[in-house]
């Protein structure tokens, strides 16, 4: 891992402290109101405060995954320079697409 | 106490066996007495490596009973087990023969973490007063001590896993160097710390610390070199 990397996963790893305590808040806040889906969806269709919360998180845990794995891979297999990156790049990808794919299905 | 030690020998290169020994047990005996004695009475073919015998050149390393250790300060007394010595060329590196491994790619790591001093002056100008007590050279003198005897080097995960990383000991000569006033190659040397295989890849297990012979702490010269190439990253200056 370079410093770049190593700063990049300290920074999401700060911002998503915060956001994961706020989710198991939401969620227990939830559960316990037994809020129903469309009660839930309710609240959260059309807000922007809900779609920068989640967007945000979706986006720095993609970034943390993602280089995480790198350091894994880098590690555990064979992979080297390049492909290493392939990987992270890939894997990071993938992973806030599907983040943000079901942000905006409770947002939108 | 037994009077015998039953002593097993790596020999040959990486595809070679142990092959085992009968070596008397002495008194204040060290596990390079043991080695010594085999080369001297059962086979004057074993390839091995010391010079000093006192701890100070580094060159004795070997694993024994599965640990990096200096032979030439390590009472047989202390690591035998039932009986047994079971002794290896040191871990993580090429073995040239027998207990004798190539250092070769340690000290390449040395030279890419820029673990050279880089004058700042010439001979024509004063000495430089440093005070003893100053913070950067506390800082330095904690980590000064290393013999290259690479046994944190054999000890270290990340070293095995990751063959870009530059393991413990240049790590730790590249923080005396950071915090040496005199020394002018920084800025190099915070790229080359900096880089992928670098401090950052460290782990923190602190493996290299617990095997160090001369107690230093690599994990924590290692930890001093991310603090400050996070500084001059955020500075711009990386
Ligand atoms: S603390 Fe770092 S250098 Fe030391 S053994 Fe662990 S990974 Fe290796
Ligand atoms: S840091 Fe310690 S274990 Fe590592 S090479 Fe130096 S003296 Fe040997
Ligand atoms: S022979 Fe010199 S340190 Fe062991």
């Known amino acids: 891992m370079n410093i770049r990397l190593y700063v990049l996963q300290r920074a999401t790893a700060a911002i998503m402290a915060p956001l994961v305590l706020a989710h198991i808040v939401i969620i227990f806040y939830a559960t316990s109101r037994g809020l129903s889906a469309a009660e839930i969806l309710g609240r959260t269709k059309g807000s922007i405060g809900w779609g920068l919360f989640y967007g945000l998180f979706v986006l720095a845990a993609a970034t943390h995954g993602a280089i995480g794995l790198r350091a894994i891979a880098s590690e555990w297999t064979p992979l080297r320079g390049h492909a290493l990156d392939a990987l992270m790049w890939g894997f990071g990808v993938a992973l806030a697409a599907l983040g943000l794919r079901a942000v905006s299905a409770v947002v939108l | ?238």
């Open chain 2, 1 to 238: 106490m037994a009077d015998m030690i039953e002593v097993l020998l790596w020999r040959g290169k990486e595809d070679g066996r142990y092959q085992t020994f009968q070596v008397p047990q002495r008194e204040n005996q060290t596990v390079l007495d043991v080695v010594s004695w085999v080369q001297r009475n059962a086979d004057p073919t074993l390839s091995y490596r010391f010079a000093c015998r006192v701890g100070v050149c580094g060159s004795c390393a070997m694993t024994v009973n599965g640990r990096p250790r200096w032979t030439c300060r390590t009472h047989t007394s202390r690591v035998v087990e039932n009986g047994r010595l079971k002794i290896g060329p040191l871990a993580n590196l090429p073995v040239i023969k027998d207990l004798a491994a190539d250092l070769q790619p340690f000290f390449e790591k040395w030279q890419q973490a820029k673990g050279v001093f880089a004058p700042s002056k010439t001979r024509a100008d004063p000495v430089e007063t440093i005070s003893p007590a100053s913070a950067p050279r506390i800082a330095a003198d904690a980590a000064i001590e290393c013999i290259n005897c690479a046994v944190c080097f054999a000890a270290c995960d990340t070293v095995r896993w990751n063959e870009d990383y530059l393991g413990p000991a240049a790590l730790n000569r590249a923080w005396t160097l950071v915090n040496d006033v005199r020394d002018a190659g920084n800025r190099e040397r915070l790229a080359a710390v900096a880089a992928d295989g670098g401090c950052h890849a460290c782990h923190s297990h602190q493996s290299c610390q617990e095997h160090c012979p001369n107690k230093l702490n690599p994990t924590a010269s290692i930890a001093g070199l991310k603090r400050r190439t996070m500084q001059a990253y955020i500075r711009g200056e990386l």
